[in-house]
């Protein structure tokens, strides 16, 4: 069977995406053949078109898509025809302890074809079903940002109704933490360079909101709206911009979670005074199968759904990451591949 796939080819400075042609390799018996729904965008997809060297010849782009099973190998029983489902963001990492070897297997990544294609082939044990009251736009959301939220606020943070959590950015990591953490009863601060991402922020159930742009001392913002005592849950995303002051703002025997590197990889955080307020530091490299099924679990039991704030076309492709390194979103941006 023919599929119709994105591919990065090298460019100057920017792999460029190209529309290419592949013949789909019959099914093993442990397999299963996805029709692509959608598709969404991370910033990791940025980076990996800037780290082109990285990247295997004809690399088929992004992490997280959902879509309909259209056949199954002679082995699979969990799965058949109709199904709708979406693979994990490593095609090896199920369950248990992460380790060296995941990393290779990450979907969209420099050694493993991604998911912006027609058709797609995964294992039985790599996919997750996706909750009945989502579209397959808003399940395509969640492989990556969703599992690494999830991750970070429920697996390692073990976050408890009423404490505080503080987001960086109004991306998809921040937006998904956001609905999770707010549906869980916690109380949810944002920051965002946006008056306008802050009210919509609001409206979403943000408990305090912080325009980092007018108060470049945020965290002397959330130690005053936590009454001095400090923010129990911190989701670093910024990396060298942010991290000093996630230091200070963090609370006693408050967790943060080393997700990102939106301001560079760099990060040199003086890290002593954590002792001194027995915090943490988690670091989260997304999730496993099991985590995803987790989040879909909580996910339909409160009924989330994900926030969309842009969608394109398939052919449209370049235009959703435009919109992305432009960083005028709130929430994801979608690819509609169906
Ligand atoms: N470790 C992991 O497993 C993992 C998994 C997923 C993502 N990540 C990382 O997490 C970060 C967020 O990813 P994403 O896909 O959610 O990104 P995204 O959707 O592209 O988020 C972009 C938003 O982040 C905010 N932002 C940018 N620079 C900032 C800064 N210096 N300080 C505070 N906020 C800033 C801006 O929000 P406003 O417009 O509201 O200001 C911007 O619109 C990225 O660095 C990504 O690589 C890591």
């Not at 529309?19 to 990791?44: D, F, K």
């Not at 990591?173 to 999770?180: D, E, G, M, R």
């Not at 979403?204 to 936590?226: F, K, S």
Request: glycine share 10%; charged share 15%; proline share 4%.
């Amino acid at each position: 069977m023919l599929t119709r796939q994105y591919e990065l080819s090298p460019g100057n400075h920017y792999a460029q995406l190209k529309i290419g042609t592949r013949e789909l390799p019959g099914l093993s018996p442990t397999q299963i053949l996805i029709r692509v729904g959608a598709a969404s965008l991370n910033y990791r997809d940025l980076l990996i078109r800037k780290m082109q060297d990285d990247n295997q010849p004809h690399l088929v782009p992004l992490s997280d898509a959902a879509g309909t099973v259209v056949a199954v190998g002679s082995a699979v029983a969990q799965w058949r025809e109709g199904d709708r489902v979406s693979p994990g963001f490593f095609a090896d990492w199920v369950a248990g302890a992460f380790r060296l070897h995941h990393m290779a297997s990450a979907l969209g990544g420099g050694q493993t074809n991604g998911v912006l294609a027609e058709y797609i082939v995964a294992d039985e044990a790599a996919i997750v079903a996706v909750p009945e009251h989502l579209s397959l736009a808003e399940a395509a959301t969640l492989p990556c940002a969703g599992v690494t939220a999830w991750h970070a606020l429920f697996e390692r943070g073990n976050l408890q109704a009423g404490e505080t959590v503080l987001v960086q950015g109004t991306g998809g990591v921040a937006i998904l933490a956001l609905q999770l953490a707010g549906a869980h009863g916690a109380k949810v601060i944002v920051t965002s360079s946006s008056d306008e991402k802050l009210a919509r922020a609001r409206q979403l159930g943000a408990w305090q909101t912080i325009n980092y742009r007018e108060h470049a001392d945020w965290d002397r913002v959330a130690l005053e709206m936590t009454n001095g005592t400090g923010v129990d849950h911190i989701l670093e995303l910024g990396g060298p911009d942010t991290y000093s002051r996630s230091l200070k703002a963090i609370g006693y025997g408050g967790r943060i979670a080393q997700i990102g590197v939106l301001s560079g990889f760099d990060a040199a955080p003086h890290i002593t005074p954590m002792q001194f307020k027995n915090a943490s530091i988690n670091g989260i490299c997304v999730g496993s199968v099991a985590h995803y099924a987790r989040l879909n679990q909580f996910i339909s039991e409160h009924k989330i759904h994900p926030l969309i704030d842009q969608s394109f076309a398939y052919e449209e492709a370049d235009a959703g990451y435009a919109a992305l390194a432009a960083a005028g979103h709130m929430g994801k941006l979608v690819i509609n591949v169906d």
